[in-house]
């Protein structure tokens, strides 16, 4: 049972264009949400973060947009640069963060010089 | 280097061997989860320790699993008698819990140690 759904597998964007990766959850009890970056042979690392009352979280080129109604959110990032290629996680917690995380199945981003 | 630190980052072993990682977590952090990926998923949560507590347990984490974290610093994940089914990448994450002046504080994941049951 996926709680936490990414539908695309893969994305290609023209660099310093704008890459939009979309994540879609099921469970109503999520109240926060994370993105993670994953490049090869290493661990996710964290990327930005945005909790239930809030609608939108911005940090430099990364902005994460929340639409609780729809249980959907998105990743903007922009100017997307080729050091952007790698795959993204959308995360979800419940209980305001207080224990595990649910993962989507992740998106390829792959930015084109 | 003050991240989280995993050990040995890859393990080849041959079908009912038991194998041990170990994972050293981020020095301040209270919390450490465990986590498995296979191919084409995204991350499994499968346990996590608040200090050296164990307080929850993924139905992924069967009998041949346990963790431990004696001291509340690094801790362990040992798969007994091991099937090609647990072949996987398996993380470690740690954070510094609910209270420390956040609503939440982020996981931070480490390398990975990368399992191969052959």
């Known amino acids: 049972d996926q709680q936490v759904k990414q539908n695309s597998p893969s994305l290609s964007v023209q660099e310093g264009r704008i890459s939009i990766l979309n994540c879609d959850y099921t469970n109503s009890m999520f109240d926060y949400f994370l993105w993670y970056k994953k490049y090869p042979a290493e661990g996710p690392t964290f990327l930005i973060s945005?909790?239930?009352?809030?609608d939108k979280n911005e940090d430099g080129r990364f902005t994460v947009f929340l639409n609780k109604s729809a249980k959907h959110l998105s990743l903007h990032i922009v100017p997307s640069q080729p050091g952007d290629s790698a795959v993204y996680f959308c995360a979800a917690s419940g209980m305001a963060g207080a224990n595990n995380l649910f993962f989507g199945t992740g998106t390829r981003l792959t930015v084109i010089p | 280097d003050t991240g989280v630190s995993q050990n040995p980052r890859h393990k080849i072993t041959k079908r009912g061997q038991n194998v041990t990682f170990r994972c050293d977590p981020i020095?301040?952090?209270?919390?450490l989860y465990w986590y498995r990926q296979t191919l084409g998923q995204g991350p499994e949560f499968l346990t996590y320790?608040?200090?050296?507590?164990?307080?929850?347990k993924s139905r992924l984490l069967s009998d041949r699993f346990s963790a431990e974290r004696p001291k509340g610093s690094f801790s362990t994940l040992e798969i007994q008698r091991t099937e090609q089914g647990d072949s996987a990448m398996y993380l470690c994450?740690?954070?510094?819990?609910?209270?420390?002046?956040?609503?939440?504080?982020?996981?931070?994941f480490g390398p990975g140690t990368r399992l191969t049951v052959l």
């Open positions: 945005i909790s239930s009352i809030k």
């Open positions: 020095s301040e952090h209270n919390r």
């Open positions: 994450a740690s954070s510094l819990g609910m209270n420390h002046g956040g609503y939440y504080n982020e996981q931070f």
């Open positions: 320790f608040q200090n050296e507590a164990q307080l929850e």
